[in-house]
């Protein structure tokens, strides 16, 4: 450890008082106390600028302990206030996307590891399936947090009422192919990303004539039905273990945060299935049947984004290889605008489950 290289994080403070350490982490908006007795401890921890060696932090610091000082970084890299210098970032990284690397440094305990992470973003073949509301603003936002390679399917064109929520579709796309006019807008802005356009409708016979490889694939299509489409994907994913996230969606002033599946280790959409179906009959037990059928049910710009973003962010982390951090696995979350509510309801991955139990069909 002595010839180690570490940086104490940028976004991380630091207050000393009485003996006590206390450790803002801005990023996670965490925070935690240690007990210290060493007055220069502040001085010391500054002193990781990501260029000095702990032997060269020792030779400053002569009055500290060596092996009091290696448990104290081993601690402080698990609580992710230190990160591991073992190579430096390439230019582009700092000049294009130092926001990206500052928040993968949340995520990983060394310089190589963040430089990995972002690779292996750019490098995935994500497929999303449905560009609708939810479905253009993952596409835009994977791309801009560093996504190259994306496929976009979608049979549909571009209507007027589609300008109210999507950001990347204008007056003059009216009538034009969804996928045409998504791949152009986002290859303006970032004209090194792949983009392959399917324009085909989901049906089951679909991933017969595409069954590419695929990283990640998002369902964001809701015809005939969220349901339909959902199963249609979790089945070739689940056969090919690709890990796979149901985009979410908006119901009244309730948006549907979608859960994110990863073969044979969390719940799948059929253990959602089973245990949603026994939930919604206990609740319609007894209940009149709604007498009207097709409700136009309302919906906006922020709440489809919010599916998004969140939808995004374990995408990201998929992608990037950082499993432990996923959000959605397990839980289907409502979030109520109008209230502010999030309700997390938790489903297990069951053992009994026809898809991915123990004698399940695809395990
Ligand atoms: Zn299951």
């Known amino acids: 450890m002595v010839d180690d290289i570490y940086r104490l994080k940028s976004s991380i403070a630091l207050v000393y008082d009485d003996n006590i350490l206390d450790v803002f982490l801005s990023n996670l908006r965490e925070q935690f106390k240690i007990r210290v007795e060493y007055e220069e401890i502040l001085d010391l921890l500054f002193s990781f600028d990501g260029e000095k060696t702990v032997n060269d932090v020792l030779k400053v610091y002569r009055n500290i302990d060596g092996d ?5 970084i081993s601690f402080l890299i698990k609580k992710n206030v230190l990160i591991k210098v ?31 992470s972002l690779k292996l973003i750019s490098t995935s073949n994500v497929m999303i399936v449905g560009l609708g509301a939810v479905g253009t603003w993952i596409s835009e936002s994977l791309i801009r947090s560093g996504l190259k390679n994306i496929t976009l399917v979608d049979d549909d064109t571009v209507e007027f009422s589609n300008l109210h929520r999507q950001g990347m579709f204008f007056e003059e796309d009216i009538d034009k192919f969804k996928v045409d006019v998504l791949s152009e807008n986002l290859c303006s802005v970032f004209p090194d990303v792949k983009i392959n356009k399917i324009k085909d409708k989901l049906t089951s016979e679909f991933f017969s004539k595409y069954n590419d490889t695929y990283d990640l694939i998002i369902n964001c299509a809701d015809k005939p039905s969220v349901d339909e489409t959902t199963r249609i994907i979790a089945k070739f994913c689940m056969k090919n273990k690709i890990p796979h996230i149901v985009g979410g969606g908006y119901n009244l002033h309730l948006t549907l945060i979608g859960q994110t599946v ?7 959409v059929m253990c959602f299935e089973k245990h949603l179906q026994k939930i919604n009959d206990a609740d319609l037990n007894g209940v009149k049947k709604l007498t009207r059928k097709n409700r136009r049910i309302g919906s906006f710009s922020p709440l489809s984004t919010i599916a998004a973003s969140l939808a995004t962010i374990d995408a990201l982390k998929i992608v990037s290889g950082k499993y432990d951090r996923i959000s959605n696995c397990n839980a289907r979350i409502e979030f109520n605008v109008r209230e502010r509510d999030i309700d997390k309801h938790l489903v297990e991955k069951n053992d009994d489950c026809e898809w991915c139990g123990n004698n399940g069909l695809y395990k």
């Open 262 to 268: 990863i073969p044979n280790r969390t719940a799948c």
């Open 68 to 72: 009091d000082l290696f448990d104290l």
């Open 86 to 116: 073992d190579c430096e970032y390439p230019e582009s990284f700092l000049s294009e996307q130092y926001r990206l690397v500052n928040f993968f440094e949340d995520y990983c305990s060394s310089t190589s590891d963040v430089i990995a």
